[in-house]
């Protein structure tokens, strides 16, 4: 960290990591708007999530910097870090925080981490998922709560929350974890669940229902979310672990007869399906830590949340038909054959 009067002045830089994709990209457009003098570097690999078409309303802004690489990849995320890579630009990365947000980071959380003390970020923002604690019949998680995750890709969220808070305690690198609930908005794939009823709705396709839908999921609108993790970055503890939720638990049946009523569609296009193999029955968070010491609370109610985003898959039908039937088919077509 480099504290000396002449850098003080410098923009804050943050190094995202996987931002092309929903929620990477929203809090892109979230931090640009919000902060006038902050820029970004995106690094992300594009592979089936990362779509650049999310950008595109930011991709000539003078604060933002896209580039198409690996988080693994450790020559260039040195080059990053040390701001050899924008020496020609003029851009000059040195207070800089970092913000993963994969899908993947088990290996790569390890590969991110900075292991010379020049390259040490200001804050290393780690963002995870409620899914990390696994599922619960009764009551809310904590930030203390177990970590149990039932699926592969939970434990490698898990794997790396861990690994990231071994380097706060080894290293001291200033690590914030936070651990946020299902989110809902704009540019989200079409393979979860309420873009794909929103967009199978508009097509007038069966929306399929894992199970008898008595699933339950709490929801949060994906603005609410990068807000949160604005407030992590700024007034976060460094080895402090924060949940972020609206405390807006739904049943996934109960959703999509709400989501069908807003569209005025009928509640017959509901299918039921075999469920998904080791389906978690309820995610639910406290996220009252965040909100009593650091000030955050959610702005948008879950009807709000769910009538904008349906209002933003029906005026960009053009994003999400090329998805579902262009690049993307064979993707599809492998993990929905029923479809
Ligand atoms: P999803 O959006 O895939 O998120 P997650 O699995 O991370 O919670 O699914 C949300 C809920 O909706 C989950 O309980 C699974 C259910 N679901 C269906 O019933 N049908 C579907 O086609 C999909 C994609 C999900």
Known sequence: MNNSPTTHHLPHTLLVTGGAGFIGSNFIRYILNEHSDWQIINLDKLTYAGNLENLEDVKDNPRYHFVKGDIADRKLVDAL???EYFA??????????????????????QDLTPNTQDLTPNT?????TDEVYGSTEKGKFIEQSPLSPNSPYAASKAAADLLCHAYWKTYQLPVIITRCS?????????????????????ENKSIPIYGDGS?????IYVADHCRALDFALQKGEPGEIYNIAANQEKTNLELVYKLLNIMHEPQSLVTFVTDRPGHDRRYALDASKITTQLGWKPTYSFEEALTTTINWYVDHEHWWRKIKSGEYAEYYQRMYPQR
């Open 81 to 83: 870090f040390s701001g």
């Open 88 to 109: 020609a630009n003029s851009l000059t990365p040195n207070t800089q925080d970092l913000i993963p947000n994969t899908q993947d980071l088990t290996p790569n959380t």
């Open 124 to 128: 290393f923002l780690q963002v995870s």
């Open 182 to 202: 299902n989110n809902l908005g704009p540019f989200q794939f079409p393979e979860k669940f309420i873009p794909l009823a929103v967009t199978n709705a508009l």
């Open 215 to 219: 699933n339950v999921r709490d929801w």
